[in-house]
């Protein structure tokens, strides 16, 4: 189970600078890996063990001192609906501000947990001045400077005693696939989930989380069981229309985080645009399998455009993980939905394949033998024996003498000749070389 930090509070306060310590340690790590640009909202982050994801809710409205009420509702409710945990950050320097009323207002009501830290106290003498606080009616604070780390030590280890403990998987439960139907607004969710699985009468029961809400069903349909992770962004439809990119795709976090493979649904009349980009990004970052669903493909011109070239235009932007099954579907004249829900299963399969070792030697050794990393600095690399990590998602550890050694073109090579030996449609993988 993941967890979800949102950090909330009106700009300028510090919440980037606050959340860019926070998410530092880790995505440094994780991105040279992946080569994957670096959301400037969304990262991973852990303390004491824990690891959690955290969301900097004011992404979308930097820097502006007009911003309305609606706005930081908006990102507040955001932040209600897809965490776990809530950091209220303030600023000292500034005190208490009509809008930090206003955000208080709204977080009183919440039953979710929230932490007020406030923000910018860099000397003892500002300790003092953050008294001011108690006005706002939310109990103790915690006052930190985001830019030298004071303070946050404390913070962190309230924050991560807030945290639900994951809950060891049932050894004896089958494990069934986690599906989350994503995409932006109007692209077709809910009428490819309507016309999967019909009414509520296919429901076999429904799962409640162990301290959050519920957020699994189960259903039976077409021969699969899966369960379908609900997103907030189809739940709350009626209430507000997520058009501004960064809330629709933030509204995905929760349901992509539960999720074991992703349908991300394109509408074809618009195209891949930025924010499947960015939702896409944020299933690959996660390590989720992912289909894509171009949908109402029942209102394109067959004429002016055929499937294999709008099949390539998705691929170049979707490198370099172009290893994802790509369909063409109507949830109106349900054509190809079924397929849709047949490569999802797929998905899941190629994601908990595994490989022995004996057999993977046997395949990738040769392949090597026949095509080595290149020597760098007079270097030959050597590479003895590899083996796949018993991890949820596919990684693979080729032992070698020098690992520093092998550069990321290589890496590719390896992984394309996996791709192409074994069957990891849709599923991210991961190689390391280690010394032996
Ligand atoms: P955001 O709009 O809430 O994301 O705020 P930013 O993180 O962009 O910070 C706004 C300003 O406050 C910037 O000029 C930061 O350098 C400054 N700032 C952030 N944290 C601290 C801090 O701990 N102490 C001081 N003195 N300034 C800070
Ligand atoms: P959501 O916001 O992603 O859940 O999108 P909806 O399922 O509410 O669909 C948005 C609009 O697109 C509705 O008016 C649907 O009737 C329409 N729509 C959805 N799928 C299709 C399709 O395959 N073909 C056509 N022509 N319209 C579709």
Redesign the pocket.
């Known amino acids: 189970m993941n967890n979800i930090v949102a950090i909330v509070?009106?700009?300028?306060?510090?919440?980037?600078?606050?959340?860019n310590r926070l998410i530092q340690r880790r995505e440094a790590i994780v991105d040279s890996v992946s080569g994957v640009t670096r959301d400037r909202n969304y990262g991973k982050s852990e303390w004491n063990g824990k690891e959690f994801s955290v969301i900097?809710t004011?992404g979308y409205i930097?820097?502006s001192d007009d911003i309305f009420e609606a706005e930081i509702r908006r990102q507040v409710e955001l932040a209600i609906d897809e965490a776990d945990v809530i950091i209220f950050?303030v600023?000292v320097?500034e005190g208490i501000t009509p809008m930090d009323d206003e955000v208080a207002k709204l977080l009183r009501k919440v039953t979710k947990p929230v932490l007020l830290a406030v923000?910018?106290?860099?000397n003892s003498m500002r300790e003092k001045d953050a008294l001011e606080f108690y006005n706002l009616g939310l109990g103790d604070y915690y006052t930190?400077?985001?830019?030298?780390g004071s303070g946050t030590g404390d913070l962190m280890d309230a924050l991560v005693k807030l945290l639900p403990e994951a809950v060891a998987p049932d050894e004896n439960a089958v494990a069934l696939p986690r599906f989350a139907v994503v995409g932006r607004p109007n692209a077709g969710k809910s009428s490819i989930i309507n016309a999967l699985i019909g009414e509520d009468r296919y429901i076999v029961t429904d799962i409640a989380g162990t301290t959050r809400d519920a957020i699994d069903t189960t259903y039976n349909r077409f021969g699969f069981e899966f369960n379908l992770v609900d997103t907030a962004g189809i739940r709350r439809k009626a209430k507000v229309k997520e058009d501004l990119e960064f809330y629709s795709v933030m509204r995905s976090v929760r349901a992509i985080e539960h999720s074991d493979i992703i349908i991300l649904v394109i509408d074809a009349t618009r195209g891949f645009e930025g924010q499947d980009q960015s939702i896409f990004w944020l299933a690959e970052k996660n390590r989720k399998g992912v289909v894509i669903l171009v949908n109402k493909w029942d209102l394109v011109e067959k004429d002016t455009m055929s499937t294999r070239d709008y099949e390539r235009k998705i691929r170049e932007e979707l490198q370099p993980f172009t290893d994802v099954p790509i369909l063409f579907v109507s949830a109106i004249n349900k054509q190809r939905l079924l397929k849709g829900l047949e490569t999802a299963v797929e998905i899941f399969e190629n994601r908990k394949q595994r490989i022995a070792t004996s057999k993977l030697n046997e395949t990738m050794l040769p392949i090597i033998e026949a095509m080595p990393p290149p020597a760098l600095k007079g270097k030959y690399v050597k590479i003895k024996f590899c083996m796949q990590l018993p991890t949820p998602t596919p990684q693979f550890v080729f032992f070698c003498n020098m690992p520093q050694y092998v550069k990321e073109p290589y890496k590719r090579f390896l992984e394309n000749k996996m791709r192409e030996i074994y069957n990891f449609s849709g599923v991210p993988i991961d190689i390391y070389f280690r010394q032996k």
């Open positions: 509070g009106r700009p300028n306060v510090g919440k980037s600078t606050f959340f900097d004011g930097k820097g950050l600023d320097e923000n910018k106290v860099d930190i400077a985001g830019m030298s």
